[in-house]
């Protein structure tokens, strides 16, 4: 049977037995202290006390229940992870590189999406998280009020992209400006002139940062940026569809650089339906590097950002300043990188 009790899991085959710190305590002569202590995986703790309390904790055959510790004031070992959507490969291997950390760290994670603000203030307040990882595109902007209500429970969180304005938060960034940087680059490798970026939503972070970048570099090559043509998707196919739709109805291109890799794909999709070859007549990339990209007809050049490493960074992140450590870096940004494949015209991977 498994009975759940004072913080504790207890599995036995024929009885039910209350237990508490009190059993641990007595069987390994420490105090409830330090045995608390040794279940938080607090340091200060001397190795041979943490074998001699994790022995009685064995021998009695019990697990610590992370949910009664909150309870009673311990750490819950919880971090909760706010994404906006978890139904995208691209947050699919993000939560895999947190996971692998937290696994690792010996904590849990709780997935929670930004939609509803009441349910997260008390979650704040709830002592069942103990810290927070905040995905933060700008098109959703994290809400002020709980902000405010983890700066003053002292709960400590980070942001993967960019802090809200004045915010000085910790917080995993990706080098999206060099990344799109490099694309433009390689289009002046290929002396396109004619050129049309497809560009994510208005207000958000990533896409205006690769617009940015892209600019930089073309700039750099002595192309005019003002003469860049720029729509906008809202990172779908369907979006990238539309926007390649509009603009060739008015235009033509030698390049279509998409700010992801989604709507790149809507793009080649409407580019083969008008009997527009690519990358012949004109060529197409994307960001991202998706797990399709490579599969595409033609296989899709793309800006490649490592998205396990980024969970993995920002849990690696929050966990040292949990555990009372000084992050090595207060903003990580961590580099992308150009996949060159078939669809900017190049005959070959690299």
């Known amino acids: 049977m498994i009975n759940i009790e004072s913080g504790y899991i207890m599995k036995q085959n024929t009885e039910e037995s209350r237990v508490t710190i009190d059993h641990v305590a007595s069987l390994c002569g420490f105090s409830k202290a330090t045995v608390s202590r040794v279940m938080n995986k607090e340091g200060n703790v001397k190795p041979s006390t943490v074998e001699r309390v994790e022995d009685a904790i ?73 810290a927070f990882i905040l995905r933060n595109t700008g098109l959703q902007p994290v809400d002020h009020d709980f902000l405010v209500a983890l700066k003053r429970r002292g709960i400590p969180f980070l942001f993967i992209g960019k802090p809200p304005v004045d915010d000085d938060s910790p917080a995993i960034l990706i080098d999206n400006v060099g990344g799109a940087r490099q694309m433009a680059r390689h289009y002046a490798g290929h002396n396109f002139r004619k050129i049309l970026f497809i560009a994510g939503p208005k207000d958000n972070l990533d896409s205006n940062d690769r617009l940015y970048g892209f600019k930089i570099g073309l700039s750099e090559a002595e192309h005019n940026p003002e003469k860049l043509d720029v729509m906008h998707g809202d990172y779908s196919k369907a979006s990238g569809y539309q926007a390649i739709r509009e603009a060739l109805d008015a235009n033509t291109y030698d390049a279509v650089f998409c700010a992801n890799d989604h709507m790149a794909l809507g793009a080649i999709l409407l580019c083969r339906e008008r009997g527009i070859r690519v990358p012949e007549d004109v060529a197409v990339t994307g960001f991202d590097d998706t797990f399709f990209s490579e599969f595409l007809l033609p296989p899709l050049t793309t800006v490649q950002q490592p998205m396990h490493e980024i969970g993995a960074a920002a849990m690696e992140m929050i966990v040292q300043i949990l555990e009372r450590h000084v992050p090595r870096e207060h903003k990580i940004i961590l580099p992308t990188r150009l996949v060159i494949r078939q669809s900017c015209g190049c005959g070959h991977d690299l």
Do not use: F, Q
């Open 58 to 130: 064995r021998s009695l055959g019990y697990i610590p229940s992370s949910a009664a510790s909150a309870l009673s004031g311990g750490k819950s070992r919880t971090i909760a992870v706010l994404l906006p959507d978890v139904m995208t490969e691209y947050y699919a291997s993000l939560l895999s590189g947190v996971e692998a950390i937290a696994e690792e760290s010996n904590y849990n994670i709780l997935l929670k999406m930004r939609n509803n603000k009441k349910a997260l203030i008390d979650l704040v307040n709830s002592n069942k998280v103990d």
